[in-house]
Every structure is written in C-alpha cells, then in structure tokens.
C-alpha cells in the first residue's frame, strides 16, 4: 500500500535547508533503530526547538520491520504535537543503493531518500540518481546523493579508504541529475574508529588529535555550486565520555576517534545544512545500558537499563543542537 508522507505529519527536507543556509547552522540528521533512540530523538529537539531529519538505514529499516516503521515515524510526529506543536521532522532514507529501495521507501511514506551510487563511475552515478530524483520528485520527496567516497564502516556501507569529492565535477552533477542536496567528503569516516592514531597528533594532555577536514575542498564547492544544500557524513564525535563507560563496564573499544566538534560547528556555519550523527548515539545507548546492568547484575526488566540510556541520548542531543549544529530554537522560525 502506498502513503504519502504528509498523511503521516512529516516534511520534506527544501524548507529545512533553506533556512539553515540563510541562518548558518546545521539540522542534525539522527539515526535510529528502536523506540527508545525515537522516544529521545523526538524529546531532545523537542525542547531544544530543533528542526531535525529521522534518519534509516536500509539495515535499521530491515531490522525494525518496513510496515511498523511507517507508524513509528507517525507515532513519533503525533508525540512531537504534545511536546512542540509546531515543529516538523522528515524521514530521510539514508544510504540507499538502488533505484529500488528509493521508490519503496518513497511508496512506504519516507518523505526524503538519498541514493548512494558514489561507488559506480561518475556516468552511473548521474545515471541512477536521475532516475532516483525523477521518482522522488513526482511525489514531492526531496532527494540526497553523494559524490566521493567516505572510508569506514557502517551498516552495510564498506570502504576502505576516502576518495575526497573533486569539486570540478559537483556543478554537472547537480545540473544534470536534478538533485537536492549533495553530501561529499572531506575526511569524515563512517564507525568510531574514523582515523588511525598514526594519522593523528598529541595535545599537550596527550589527547589524540585527528587531521583537520579539508575545508578548501568545501569552500570551492561552495564558490561553484553557491547556496546549495551540503550534507556530511559519518560526523559523530565519537565522545570520550561514552567510549570510556563502555571499556569501564566490560566493553573493548580501542583507538575509536572521531571529528572534533569544534571541525563541525565551523562546517556548520558554512553551506553545510545536514550533519549525520549515528556512532554517537549508539555510544551513549550502549555505554549507559552497560553502566546500568554492571551496577545492577539482577536487574531484568528492559525498562530499568534502558531508560537511563533514552535519557543521556536526549541530553547528548540537547547539547549538540544547542552548541555545535546551532539549530536549537530554529525550529519556531521554520514551522512557527
């Protein structure tokens, strides 16, 4: 059965975008897997007044099941009513690889896709995501594709090694496919281990510091393709607070670095309007449900480890619309 978005409550992604270029910052784009990650997504911008885009993998869509995730969405936009009666989201398709999945996820209710065929030549590449935009474009859903590749692992997207975006080839692209928004790489990396501490230098606290992003590659982007929405990827900050929980109660993770926040409040003031945030939020959950059932070895009920995991992703997010995408209290000036 066929639904449009709108039957659900969401929004597309033009509004959004539009607003964030002319504002400088960044509308986060939160991944999630299960209700608690919804329950915090939906509370966080809530009172943080912050537009914000659902984010699925085609994975996490597998795993929650097509039809359910339809009402989860809907679920989550008639809790955003009771919380902040005026603020939109939009269910965004996130690393999608086929023409295939776009259109069922378009027919399913999702009221933005991205296609994702940096992988194939740069012809195909034009090719499939025409064919993804024309689609999309019929049913008022807003399109996202990619030219470069990130390294990293995430979900079912695998590379090893980056391929920066070459500007010289965003202007063609753009024109002859039609599409939205555009994400590229400039040395972000999918996972928690974004770099190798080879790649990395020390602080004077011996803090491991990562390559900064190449910010000359997106600001000739910007000059070439100037005002068009800019997405970046694999953008968590992979937080030493979280990573630390995690090995304290049991868990191994070793050289998990990320982008330094302060790279991605920079980007943010730029023609990048869409951050995606996906390592970060499962750190935390996963950090906090350890902490929870170390501390308390009988404990079985769900409800007791997962709750105080819900309620520091909503403080984790709280605090990343507020101080390094800068979209909190933007939401009033888009949808108000």
Same mark, same amino acid.
């Given at each position: 059965?066929?639904?449009?978005?709108?039957?659900?409550?969401?929004?597309?992604?033009?509004?959004? &975008?539009?607003?964030? #270029? =002319?504002?400088?910052?960044? *509308?986060?784009? !939160?991944?999630?897997?299960?209700?608690?990650?919804?329950? /915090?997504?939906?509370?966080?911008?809530?009172?943080?007044?912050?537009?914000?885009?659902?984010?699925?993998?085609?994975?996490?869509?597998?795993?929650?099941?097509?039809?359910?995730?339809?009402?989860?969405?809907?679920?989550?936009?008639?809790?955003?009513?009771?919380?902040?009666?005026?603020?939109?989201?939009?269910?965004?398709?996130?690393?999608?690889?086929?023409?295939?999945?776009?259109?069922?996820?378009?027919?399913?209710?999702?009221?933005?896709?991205?296609?994702?065929?940096?992988?194939?030549? &740069?012809?195909?590449? #034009? =090719?499939?995501?025409?064919? *993804?935009?024309? !689609?999309?474009?019929?049913?008022?859903?807003?399109?996202? /594709?990619?030219?470069?590749?990130?390294?990293?692992?995430?979900?079912?997207?695998?590379?090893?090694?980056?391929?920066?975006?070459?500007?010289?080839?965003?202007?063609?692209?753009?024109?002859?496919?039609?599409?939205?928004?555009?994400?590229?790489?400039?040395?972000?990396?999918?996972?928690?281990?974004?770099?190798?501490?080879?790649?990395?230098?020390?602080?004077?606290?011996?803090?491991?510091?990562?390559?900064?992003?190449?910010?000359?590659?997106?600001?000739?982007?910007?000059?070439?393709?100037?005002?068009?929405?800019?997405?970046?990827?694999?953008?968590?900050?992979?937080?030493?607070?979280?990573?630390?929980?995690?090995?304290?109660?049991?868990?191994?993770?070793?050289?998990?670095?990320?982008?330094?926040?302060?790279?991605?409040?920079?980007?943010?003031?730029?023609?990048?309007?869409?951050?995606?945030?996906?390592?970060?939020?499962?750190?935390?959950?996963?950090?906090?449900?350890?902490?929870?059932?170390?501390?308390?070895?009988?404990?079985?009920?769900?409800?007791?480890?997962?709750?105080?995991?819900?309620?520091?992703?909503?403080?984790?997010?709280?605090?990343?619309?507020?101080?390094?995408?800068?979209?909190?209290?933007?939401?009033?000036?888009?949808?108000?």
């Amino acid at each position: 059965m066929t639904v449009s978005y709108k039957e659900l409550g969401l929004v597309n992604t033009k509004e959004m &975008f539009k607003h964030a #270029i =002319e504002g400088k910052f960044a *509308v986060p784009a !939160y991944n999630f897997n299960n209700m608690e990650q919804l329950q /915090a997504i939906v509370t966080a911008c809530a009172e943080s007044d912050s537009p914000f885009i659902l984010q699925v993998s085609n994975g996490a869509r597998n795993y929650a099941n097509s039809t359910l995730l339809r009402y989860m969405a809907q679920g989550g936009a008639e809790m955003l009513k009771t919380m902040n009666p005026h603020l939109k989201f939009a269910l965004h398709l996130d690393h999608g690889d086929s023409f295939e999945l776009c259109k069922a996820c378009i027919d399913a209710g999702f009221s933005s896709v991205m296609i994702d065929a940096s992988h194939h030549s &740069f012809e195909e590449n #034009i =090719e499939t995501t025409k064919k *993804v935009v024309e !689609y999309a474009h019929a049913h008022d859903v807003t399109v996202e /594709a990619e030219l470069g590749v990130l390294a990293g692992i995430e979900d079912e997207v695998v590379a090893e090694e980056s391929t920066y975006t070459r500007p010289e080839e965003v202007k063609e692209f753009v024109e002859r496919t039609g599409v939205d928004s555009l994400a590229i790489s400039i040395g972000t990396s999918h996972g928690a281990n974004k770099f190798k501490p080879a790649d990395c230098t020390k602080n004077s606290e011996g803090v491991l510091i990562p390559p900064p992003l190449k910010f000359d590659i997106l600001e000739e982007i910007e000059k070439i393709i100037p005002g068009f929405p800019i997405v970046l990827h694999g953008a968590s900050s992979v937080l030493p607070v979280y990573v630390d929980m995690i090995n304290k109660f049991g868990g191994k993770m070793s050289d998990a670095i990320g982008i330094p926040e302060e790279q991605l409040r920079k980007a943010a003031s730029s023609a990048v309007c869409k951050i995606n945030i996906d390592s970060d939020g499962r750190l935390a959950m996963t950090g906090n449900v350890r902490k929870a059932l170390a501390e308390n070895p009988g404990e079985f009920d769900p409800r007791k480890y997962l709750a105080p995991a819900r309620e520091a992703l909503t403080s984790m997010m709280i605090e990343k619309n507020k101080n390094v995408l800068g979209s909190a209290g933007q939401g009033k000036k888009i949808f108000g």
